[in-house]
């Protein structure tokens, strides 16, 4: 009788472990002043996703892998696409047109442009889509936009909306790219991580220059142990196209994960980051009430 009784408590136990584990986290999802007000009326979403992703070499120097970054950059644009129209949203676009459009521009970086050629130096964006290179007016929205939303997520003195309030420069940023693509909203993904092999040591100057950077954008949550093993830091911000507000923003960050591969942000990224945004149809609930 006794095992009977401790083989159901052991089954129990473990349902109640594997539910919690499948539950969002919702510590750091914020939402704006007016996110009622506003996000019923959002129907066109544009996407835009920048991933920087830095190579760690085993002999040799560590870099910025273009190649990698724009791999999971893609991803998580073409899986927030999908999650959006699942959702009730029109999705007007979803690109990702620049790689480190939220660095410090005033700091060259080493990056490789291109697979297998030589590893290089120059100051972020350390990659412009041919379509936004041509259009320097959107670039440069963009990237006033980039860093202003990872900075805005990521800190914790004032709510992600308090940030934009009594700045025009980024309010006009926000519109003229909002114009360009007609859409009431821009989805701003933001992704900043390392790439190692597993078991590879990492070099400390990488190391510790990723973790500066990285403390600067992630609550102050990281320590530089956590940065022996691949980490993916994500900042999300939904902001409306006609006040520059920021709607709805969402952070995580996940270890031992392969972020180039389409898989991961089918399952483990859309878990962590945009099952709570809010679907359409529960704004059309709240706009009736």
């Not at 990521?154 to 709510?159: E, F, M, T, V």
Request: aromatic fraction near 6%; charged fraction near 20%.
């Amino acid at each position: 009788m006794r095992k009977g009784i401790f083989n159901v408590s052991a089954l129990l136990s473990i349902v109640l472990v594997a539910a919690c584990a499948a539950v969002p986290d919702k510590r750091f999802v914020r939402t704006g002043p007016n996110h009622d007000v506003l996000l019923p009326h959002i129907k066109k979403i544009a996407v835009i996703a920048d991933v920087c992703l830095l190579r760690n070499v085993v002999a040799g120097d560590n870099y910025w892998s273009v190649k990698d970054s724009r791999a999971a950059a893609q991803h998580m644009a073409e899986r927030a696409k999908t999650v959006l129209k699942d959702k009730g949203y029109e999705v007007v676009l979803a690109e990702a047109p620049l790689v480190g459009s939220f660095k410090n521009p005033a700091r060259p970086l080493k990056y490789m442009p291109e697979e297998g050629g030589a590893v290089k130096e120059m100051p972020p964006p350390l990659f412009v889509a041919e379509g936004l290179a041509s259009d320097p007016a959107c670039r440069a929205s963009l990237l006033k936009i980039m860093p202003w939303a990872a900075a805005a997520v990521a800190q914790r003195d004032k709510p992600p909306s308090d940030i934009c309030c009594g700045n025009s420069d980024l309010k006009e940023a926000v519109v003229a790219v909002a114009k360009a693509s007609g859409a009431d909203a821009i989805l701003l993904l933001v992704g900043h991580g390392i790439n190692m092999p597993l078991g590879s040591p990492i070099a400390q100057e990488a190391a510790t220059e990723l973790v500066k950077f990285v403390l600067s954008l992630s609550l102050g949550m990281v320590s530089s142990s956590d940065y022996r093993v691949s980490v993916l830091d994500s900042y999300i911000a939904l902001v409306d196209s006609s006040t520059g507000e920021i709607l709805w923003s969402n952070y995580s960050q996940r270890q031992n994960d392969v972020f180039t591969e389409k898989e991961f942000y089918d399952r483990i990224w859309l878990f962590k980051n945009l099952y709570l945004l809010p679907p359409k149809n529960v704004s059309k609930e709240k706009e009736r009430q």
